[in-house]
Antibody, heavy 119, light 109 residues
Framework: QVQLVESGGGVVQPGRSLRLSCAAS????????MHWVRQPPGKGLQWVAI????????YYADSVKGRFTISRDNSKNTVFLQMNSLKTEDTAVYYC????????????WGQGALVTVSS | EIVLTQSPGTLSLSPGERVTLSCRAS???????LAWYQQKPGQAPRLLIY???SRATGIPDRFSGSGSGTDFTLTISGLEPEDFAVYYC??????????FGQGTKLEIK
């Protein structure tokens, strides 16, 4: 069965950096794009970034463009989110999600990693 | 920019009732790229419906989706206690590349 397990969340000061990881299993990892989606406390869902199956193409939400970088290591079935120049408004639970190929949706989600940006 | 507006914000209903949730887009959305999710407190979202009307694996047939263009609906025919949650619609295709509605909360009356 598909499993996505995030790690790397925590408390960080504004302006600092943090890297999230998402270990995937149960499917052919290289065949699917992967996403990061976040949810600020008590609020709705916000798409953050997508990376193609081969890792060559990535797109970002305007709110994180230039600060966040999505990458993947297909030898380890892991996707990453490098978050730099963090702002208080980046505080959220970050979910990694598997792309539902051909439908533009997210068919499996991890349990989430909480990132708190606070001084 | 496509904005998805869900209505109502909160619904108070009893188990067994039928409910229809609305998702309206500010511009036309391809039906192929419209999805619905359920989220319970403290849990990750779960895909219910993709392609506007196809149920995801393991989703009971009391959940159904329909619509096209700018108006989409999620219907639950006969609420079960475990269906009380927040529901989000989501689109892919236009700026922003992926976006969600603000959610509709189903609460027990």
């Amino acid at each position: 069965q598909v499993q996505l397990v995030e790690s790397g969340g925590g408390v960080v000061q504004p302006g600092r950096s943090l890297r999230l990881s998402c270990a995937a299993s149960g499917f052919t990892f290289t065949s699917f794009a992967m996403h990061w989606v976040r949810q600020p406390p008590g609020k709705g869902l916000q798409w953050v970034a997508i990376i193609s199956g081969d890792g060559r193409v990535a797109y970002y939400a305007d709110s994180v463009k230039g600060r966040f970088t999505i990458s993947r290591d297909n030898s380890k079935n892991t996707v990453f989110l490098q978050m730099n120049s963090l702002k208080t408004e980046d505080t959220a639970v970050y979910y990694c999600a598997k792309d539902a190929a051909g439908y533009g949706s997210f068919d499996f989600w991890g349990q989430g990693a909480l990132v708190t940006v606070s001084s | 920019e496509i904005v998805l507006t869900q209505s109502p914000g909160t619904l108070s209903l009893s188990p067994g009732e039928r409910v229809t949730l609305s998702c309206r887009a500010s511009q036309s959305v391809s039906s192929t790229f419209l999805a619905w999710y359920q989220q319970k407190p403290g849990q990750a979202p779960r895909l219910l419906i993709y392609g506007a009307s196809s149920r995801a694996t393991g989703i009971p047939d009391r959940f159904s989706g329909s619509g096209s263009g700018t108006d989409f609906t999620l219907t639950i025919s006969g609420l079960e206690p475990e269906d009380f949650a927040v529901y989000y619609c989501q689109q892919y295709g236009s700026s922003p590349m992926y976006s969600f509605g603000q959610g509709t909360k189903l609460e027990i009356k």
